[in-house]
């Protein structure tokens, strides 16, 4: 009887150590039920109130700049030269914001200046030259066209800019022969060219040339200008229009845009001042 009642008496106990157990552990879920999550909040409070977190991010001027492939900055840049164009006869873009101007392309000064990432106004002249001396070697431009002299030429930013999607745009020098030159012999010089101010690469270009028309291959001009640009290649232009420049010497090709949009390029030649150019248009 002693050991049956001392065997009842262990069980007992052990029974009341488990439900002891078990109220400790209910007792300590409600305490961190209750105060745990405010107590945690706190303490991340903690780390992020009146703390200083630095994050590099981009500046508002640089972080509209969309990454563009090289067809679609051809084409923007077409777009936009056209809107120039015809702006030229009435409306002055100078200074204007892209916000304030009608259509769907804009080509307006740059009055901010260069930012970070592109060729700045003291670059460009030697940037231009080491354009040409890789379209010299390509054997688009002969070599006897002359380097641009900073005292002959005058150098101007431009934003080419599609206003519905301000994001996509493109900054391009145009580089031109000074008006104080223009008296000059103009023999184996560089007129014009647009020129891109991230990448250097020459869009357009006007040159007097010692060449001929019959001296230049359009075709073989148009494929290793594409491959220089980074371009798809080049499609030839159908159209037997002969009054589409004002000169008879040219060939015409076109590229794909965005979307379903093409952008054409023109190789021509100005017989009697010897000018060869390269220019795109839509």
């Not at 303490?43 to 090289?70: C, F, P």
């Not at 900054?171 to 022969?177: F, Q, Y």
């Not at 103009?186 to 990448?199: C, F, G, S, T």
């Not at 002969?242 to 794909?256: D, R």
Request: charged content about 25%.
């Amino acid at each position: 009887m002693k050991n049956k009642g001392r065997e009842e008496w262990f069980g007992n106990g052990r029974i009341g150590s488990v439900s002891i157990l078990f109220l400790l552990c209910a007792g300590l879920s409600i305490v961190l039920s209750v105060w745990g999550p405010e107590t945690l909040a706190e303490y991340k409070d903690r780390e992020i109130l009146n703390v200083i977190h630095t994050e590099e991010a981009e500046t508002a001027g640089e972080g509209y700049r969309y990454t563009l492939s090289a067809n679609e900055k051809l084409y923007i840049l077409a777009q936009c030269l056209n809107s120039r164009i015809l702006s030229e006869s009435g409306q002055n873009l100078q200074g204007m914001d892209y916000q304030e101007l009608s259509g769907s392309y804009a080509f307006v000064v740059n009055h901010k200046g260069p930012s970070g990432q592109e060729i700045t106004d003291e670059q460009i002249y030697e940037t231009g030259n080491r354009g040409m001396e890789e379209l010299k070697e390509l054997g688009i431009l002969p070599d006897a066209v002359k380097e641009v002299e900073p005292d002959s030429y005058d150098a101007v930013l431009y934003s080419a800019i599609d206003i519905l999607e301000p994001r996509n745009n493109v900054a391009v020098w145009k580089v031109s022969l000074s008006d104080s030159q223009r008296n000059a012999n103009k023999a184996n010089r560089l007129i014009d060219a647009y020129i891109d101010a991230d990448e250097g690469k020459i869009y357009e270009f006007y040159v007097r040339t010692p060449l001929k028309w019959e001296d230049i291959e359009p075709d073989e001009v148009a494929r290793k200008w594409s491959a220089y640009m980074g371009l798809s290649e080049p499609r030839p232009y159908e159209s037997d229009n002969p009054l589409l420049e004002t000169t008879p010497y040219f060939k015409k090709y076109v590229y794909m845009g965005i979307g379903e949009e093409q952008t054409v390029m023109t190789i021509g030649f100005y017989e009697g001042i010897n000018e060869l150019f390269l220019k795109i248009s839509k």
